[in-house]
């Protein structure tokens, strides 16, 4: 059963930047596609940004131009770069192997002075 474990979320400033990680175990990474969602308090779970197997890339409207979606298949790893940092974009972040079932447990990012 395919576990995702994801990483590098904190605090950090308004402006600042963050790169989390998610690392996949249990099955064949390379084929499926990936994605990052997020959730904030007392609001519904969002789509962030995806990554197909072949690399083809889409943001969601609020992230485009200051997050990157990035995968290593040979590390079996997705990554996601967040520069100029909100403070609305503060949440729990999650990954999500895309057209299953599977989430990560979260990772939680907070932009606040």
């Known amino acids: 059963q395919v576990q995702l474990v994801e990483s590098g979320g904190g605090l950090v400033q308004p402006g600042g930047s963050l790169r989390l990680s998610c690392a996949a175990s249990?099955?064949?990474?390379?084929?499926?596609?990936m994605g990052w969602y997020r959730q904030a308090p007392g609001k519904q779970r969002e789509w962030v940004a995806q990554i197909t197997s072949g690399g083809r890339i889409n943001y969601a409207d609020s992230v485009k131009g200051r997050f990157t979606i990035s995968r290593d298949n040979a590390r079996n790893t997705v990554y996601l770069q967040m520069n100029s940092l909100k403070p609305e974009d503060t949440a729990v972040y999650y990954c999500?192997?895309?057209?299953?079932?599977?989430w990560g447990q979260g990772t939680q990012v907070t932009v606040s002075s």
């Open positions: 999500k192997q895309i057209g299953t079932s599977t």
């Open positions: 249990g099955s064949i990474f390379s084929i499926y596609a």
